[in-house]
């Protein structure tokens, strides 16, 4: 499953544009600015959600996944009606499909420096408290391994070590800034034990 947003204010707008075929993007669910979750591909058809990237290895993620876009412009925060809809959305297709928290993902995960969807705003922290995705803190006695080896089992496709430790960033440490710390790697080893791929 893979979770973006829109890049524009509201729901009329980005309906009009995912349902328009000339635009070539489309997305199995739409949750707008108010709340409102609408399918508008089924989710046994593919839709065109996720563009250029690749997940645990495997690339064509738009044959491999269910699409959700949430209308956010991207440099707001994610409305509580919003959110409360997105994660009763995502436990009823979690339990339809039996999706495992880990196969939640963001946009930017899978397109390292293409995408940075949902953003930096958006609250995994509160989805991972409820079973609904993956998110860890550092811990003072968490092991400190290579930072790589994690993200690989984690499912991060091949970049430049540095476009890797951004899209790492944006989705499980976006207040992280600079070079690689030992944060980083405790909290992607973290995830990479409890949140196998």
């Not at 409305?79 to 297709?93: K, N, P, S, V, Y």
């Not at 290579?146 to 976006?174: K, M, Q, W």
């Amino acid at each position: 499953m893979v979770l973006h947003y829109t890049g524009m204010t509201d729901g009329a707008s980005a309906r009009a544009r995912l349902c328009d075929p000339a635009a070539e993007v489309s997305a199995h669910w739409l949750i707008d600015e108010h709340g409102a979750a609408e399918q508008l591909v089924c989710e046994t058809r593919r839709a065109w959600h996720a563009g250029r990237g690749a997940w645990q290895g495997r690339d064509d993620v738009n044959s491999r996944s269910i699409g959700i876009e949430i209308v956010n412009p991207g440099d707001q925060p994610f409305g509580c009606t919003q959110m409360r809809a997105l994660e009763t959305l995502l436990a009823a297709i979690m339990t339809r499909w039996q999706i495992p928290p880990h196969r939640v993902i963001a946009h930017s995960d899978l397109a390292p420096g293409r995408k940075i969807d949902p953003g930096p705003r958006f609250d995994w922290e509160s989805l991972a408290f409820q079973g609904l995705a993956c998110f860890a803190r550092p811990r003072p006695d968490d092991p400190d391994p290579p930072l790589a080896p994690s993200l690989d089992r984690l499912g991060y496709p091949p970049a430049e070590a540095a476009t890797r430790l951004a899209a790492f960033r944006l989705r499980h440490r976006p207040w992280g800034r600079g070079p690689e710390t030992r944060a980083d790697r405790q909290v992607a080893a973290r995830l990479a034990a409890s949140c196998p791929a």
